[in-house]
């Protein structure tokens, strides 16, 4: 090993799933949304100017933080806004996660957060969820340094009540809470509206799969204005300028046609439904998932060989070869196109 090799930080990467680059794939493995964005967006990107790029970007955000604010009856102190939720929580995780003390997130969850601790250096250790993949809240009462919820839970689809979260939330008073809903708007219900009682909760949540806008790199977060101005420190101390202008603009257009977003949600929902009762009829087990995306066990079939067999039809999906979960597959609702084309696959296939 060269001399200067001993001193490179190793990390092991987050791996995301498959980004084809030919066309004709039908791709449900990495939970876009199967619609396009809000027309809104479409005609803002028209609109923008290019002479506008000459400059750097809002560093407040104004008219994204604004319209986020309008949105969910919340002052524009108490929110922040970063490059996808991804970057949000990687800055939340820099920001709040200073203990000792191991911060606590689940075994079976978004897998991003054992990634963040081991780059940041922050001790942490993953509770196990119940056989059935459910929260015991009492597993996050002890001490420990912080507490990471993905709700509803990647890659399970499983949603906790609110009133389960608050509990956790409320049990850790000396810890940042933070509380990922990248899913809540597919059928969860949210605690955004916590901020305003608990201020050690930080609300993650993103316009990649409800707003369909992943291409576009837009997260934010809600916490109590102490929380938040403690983000903007650490994240003014790296990049001031991380959100481009066309996001900005794009983002601000996108969280003004609410109708646009209930409307494309609650098509993904009836479509998700109706995938479960499709998919329990070819033989699957399902949990009973509250995203955009299903978790689904065959009862007789090995997952790997489902896996690799629909990606020889060109049908994407995720299989995770880690314990627990290697007998499933996590299937992104697409149209109802393409969920059929799925279903013909299966038929074939099984
Ligand atoms: C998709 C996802 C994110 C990150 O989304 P961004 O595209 O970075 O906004 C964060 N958490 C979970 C659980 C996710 O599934």
Known sequence: MSGWEQNVRRVTPYTPGEQPTQSGVIKLNTNENPYPPSPLVKRALEQADADRLRL???????ELVEGLAKRYGLDKANLFVGVGSDDVLSMAFLTFFKSDRPILFPDITYSFYEVWAQVYGIPYKTVPLREDFSLSAEDYFGENGGVVIA???APTGICAHADTIESIIAANRDSVVI???AYVDFGAE???GLIKKYDNLLVVQTFSKSR???GMRIGFAAGSEKLIRYLNSVKFSINSYTMNTLSQICGAAAI???EYFKKTVAQIIATRERAKERLIELGFTLTDSKANFLFAKHNKRDAKEIFTKLKEKNI????????????YLRITVGTDEQMDALYSALKQIL
């Open 56 to 62: 750097y970007p809002s560093i407040s955000c104004d």
């Open 151 to 153: 709700n509803p839970n």
């Open 179 to 181: 509380i990922d809903e």
């Open 190 to 192: 949210s605690v955004i």
């Open 212 to 214: 369909s806008m992943a």
């Open 256 to 258: 003004k046609d609410e």
């Open 316 to 327: 994407y999906v995720r299989w995770w070869d880690k314990p627990r979960i290697s007998d």
